[in-house]
């Protein structure tokens, strides 16, 4: 289903057949009048450009001295009846059950139900309710994916059937975990899970889908029966390392209140009472566990490097929803028909056609893997002048890389604010097909709640509700990161002149970059001229 968002004005023959099949679906995205602006695009684009620049300059006024948000406020939810009620075995319990079940549906759906992706419960649940979904809830609320993570729950229960009926069989072969590994293992899936959203041509089958999902089932518990359960959630498992990294700018979350049990945490990687915060192995095994309500973002406030494997994981997820956004521009509908043709790459696209199912696909596949590499490149470059335009005396204790590990975490809430944006009438209008299929999740003609004969209201929102839900998501977006950027520059360079000079760089980054995200949602939405 994604992929059908991102083909408009490929051809026009293909448009035309696909308009006639996929009605509604094109209206999620593009919609089927076009917007005329009160002004022309070019002054919303300089208008947030200037007003990103504009909170550059009040927040180096006003926020100074290395001790700037050194420490953030905290209330224990579970200090409350409400916040014991929600944190309750029995609700957690019953959650991971309706996951586990979903995951089950997932898969006998997709294998015996209805091929057709608008009759069939799968498409709609994994790209909708799923993927859009959870990245919402972790980013504007907290991670309830450590809570239901279908995968995790599964092997749950095969650790605690094996205490009991093998008390003296480890259940698992705990290798230790190679330190060189990092994140990397996720970075690989990541990279296979946006190929598969943005490229795949069965990304909308239902059993493609069924078929996939069992695929990575086998990964995931293959890597927790080698390594360990909460190790391979934490550097294997894409969606925990995903959901988790958006978290971090959520205004929920769970840490140890003695961070002594962090002394016996199963992972290498864990730097003892710093990385506590959001951790269920320490969450799960201490006596005074907090489920904390905290200021939005406060989470990115982190002054240690990440690793290279986890930079990179940040940059992939702002690389790949904004080829997203490209696929479904005039831009990219002349560039895929030039390199569809080209004499250069057609040994190339014949050779990845076999593998990617069809030439489009090909060609979208050799534009993926160049745009992420160049937007990882990018990013370098902008951390090496931000080095290199901080005095000697500041940045002497820092690298380029290091640099790019310190900052990365603060393009988080851009990630975000483009995930609203891009995907949030994707939503809520394709959303509106749970309704009927809620009914007849198979296709079989069912109607087991009354809803099967519900009708899509395509009217829900409109152009110009997703043209200003754009603006001011990705305005308020790099406003949060410009923010985020100037305190950690505080506490890396520990001097406020440094700090302002070693942004300008991030600057000049920053603002083109909500430019020039605004001009690619704007293209299937407003009438630029």
């Not at 026009?12 to 006639?20: E, K, V």
């Not at 550097?235 to 002394?263: K, Q, Y």
């Not at 930079?311 to 005039?330: I, K």
């Not at 009708?455 to 305005?475: D, E, H, Q």
């Amino acid at each position: 289903m994604r992929n059908i968002l991102n083909r408009p004005g490929f051809l026009s023959a293909g448009l035309a057949g696909i308009l006639l099949i996929f009605p509604v679906t094109l209206l999620a995205h593009g919609f089927a009048q076009r917007y005329d602006l009160p002004v022309p695009l070019n002054l919303y684009l300089t208008g947030s450009g200037f007003a990103v620049a504009l909170s550059f300059v009040v927040v180096a006024i006003f926020v100074r001295g290395s001790h700037a948000l050194a420490g953030y406020p905290r209330f224990n939810l579970l200090g409350t009846p409400i916040g014991r009620l929600f944190a309750h075995p029995l609700v957690t319990n019953a959650l991971r059950t309706i996951s586990v079940a979903m995951l089950v549906l997932i898969v006998v759906a997709g294998f015996i139900g209805d091929t057709n992706p608008f009759k069939n419960i799968v498409p709609t649940t994994v790209w909708v309710i799923w993927w859009v979904g959870f990245a919402y809830i972790s980013g504007l609320l907290g991670d309830l994916w450590a809570v239901v993570n279908p995968w995790n729950a599964i092997f749950r229960v095969y650790e605690w059937v094996q205490k009991k009926l093998l008390p003296r069989f480890h259940g698992t072969l705990s290798v230790a975990y190679p330190m060189r590994l990092g994140d990397w293992p996720s970075v690989a899936l990541f990279l296979c899970f946006i190929w598969a959203e943005l490229i795949w041509p069965a990304s909308d089958s239902p059993i493609g889908l069924a078929r996939a999902a069992l695929a990575y089932s086998l990964i995931t518990w293959l890597g927790m029966f080698i390594f360990g359960r909460e190790v391979w959630l934490r550097h294997g498992e894409v969606f925990s390392v995903l959901f988790r990294l958006l978290a971090r700018f959520a205004p929920l979350e769970i840490r140890t209140g003695n961070t002594d049990v962090c002394n016996s945490c199963s992972d290498v990687h864990c730097v003892t009472g710093r990385d506590c915060v959001g951790c269920s192995e320490c969450f799960s095994h201490n006596s005074s566990p907090q489920w904390n309500l905290r200021p939005w973002a406060v989470g990115l406030l982190d002054t240690r490097a990440v690793s290279t494997s986890k930079m990179v994981f940040v940059l992939l997820m702002l690389a790949s929803v904004t080829f997203d956004g490209l696929l479904a521009t005039p831009l990219w509908a002349e560039a895929g028909r030039e390199m569809l043709y080209s004499e250069q790459l057609r040994s190339l696209i014949v050779f990845l056609q076999d593998f990617a199912g069809d030439a489009y696909a090909a060609v979208s596949t050799l534009a993926l893997v160049a745009f992420l590499i160049v937007f990882q490149l990018f990013y370098l470059l902008f951390s090496a002048l931000v080095y290199w335009i901080t005095p000697a005396a500041e940045r002497s204790r820092v690298s380029i890389l290091q640099v790019a590990k310190i900052f990365v975490l603060t393009l988080i809430p851009i990630a975000l604010a483009y995930h609203l944006a891009h995907y949030l009438s994707f939503l809520l209008i394709v959303g509106q097909y749970m309704i009927p299929l809620a009914s007849d999740p198979f296709g079989f003609g069912w109607d087991l709640f009354g809803t099967s004969l519900y009708l899509v209201n395509i009217g829900i929102v409109n152009a110009k509700f997703v043209w200003y839900t754009s603006v001011v998501a990705i305005v308020t977006g790099h406003i949060i990161a410009v923010y985020l950027a100037h305190v950690i520059a505080i506490r890396t360079f520990r001097s406020s002149k440094a700090a302002l000079l070693s942004q300008i760089p991030m600057l000049v980054l920053m603002v083109s970059y909500t430019m020039l995200s605004l001009w690619i949602l704007a293209q299937p939405v407003v009438e630029s001229g």
